[in-house]
């Protein structure tokens, strides 16, 4: 269900979005009725989780439709648009090839930032292989069009974010790979968390990390 193609129909959209969420939920990737996920539809307009909901509970008619500027297409009454609906916009203006846009509140992951850690791109090879670097952007305030602006120097080189103290942004060409971004990064951030926890981190070896760089750049980008 996730894993949707490019024609997608907007009912098989709105259901993804409900499996997303419900997995994102049950995971402890958000809590409360933080995080936003979004779908772009075969015409264009994204689709996108409302304001106030919970991420793990959502119905198929909560989602609204809106255009690439932000325009309301559709919507129930009693459903108001997320006031980071501009950062999923801004990721979608600049890569054509995204079709689904993830914030997420992980918890590891989200500890880095409030710690001012960067992210431990070298401590596990599949994370240089895969997925590459993930910057830190900048502190926003949240439900501003500062997320839109902290993320938009990061959007064309990279497919996962960590936004400062406020979690974590993945995006891909379905919400099955923005999931797995999500994942990987808060899998590797407990791990990091872990290993400081006990002493010791243990980097990859600087010339291995050059041919998983290599690798990455020649199959994942």
């Known amino acids: 269900m996730l894993n949707f ?10 259901l993804a979005i409900i499996e997303c969420g419900r997995i994102a939920y049950e995971r402890h990737l958000v809590t409360s009725n933080d995080g936003n996920i979004s779908a772009r539809m075969e015409n264009g307009n994204i689709l996108i989780t409302p304001s ?3 991420k ?54 989200t500890t880095l930032t409030v710690s001012g850690l960067e992210f431990p791109v070298d401590v596990l090879p599949e994370v240089l292989l895969t997925l590459g670097n993930v910057p830190v952007t900048a502190y926003a305030t949240p439900s501003s069009h500062e997320d839109a602006a902290v993320i938009r120097p990061f959007v064309k ?50 010339e291995a990390q050059a041919k998983l760089i290599e690798l990455h750049e020649k199959y994942f980008t």
């Open 56 to 109: 793990g509970r959502l119905s198929a008619d909560d989602m609204l439709v809106v255009d690439l500027d932000g325009n309301i297409i559709s919507s129930r009454p009693d459903r108001k648009p997320s006031s980071e609906t501009p950062m999923h916009l801004e990721v979608y203006k600049q890569r054509k090839d995204v079709r689904a846009v993830l914030h997420a509140h992980p918890i590891f992951a």
């Open 157 to 206: 080189d990279h497919n996962a974010l960590l936004l400062c103290q406020h979690g974590s942004l993945t995006y891909g060409k379905n919400l099955d790979e923005a999931l797995i971004h999500l994942e990987r990064i808060e899998h590797v951030s407990e791990i990091y968390w872990r290993a400081k926890m006990l002493g010791e981190v243990k980097r990859v070896p600087p």
């Open 52 to 54: 106030g909901i919970s």
């Open 5 to 14: 193609s490019s024609t997608a129909g907007e009912a098989d959209l709105r």
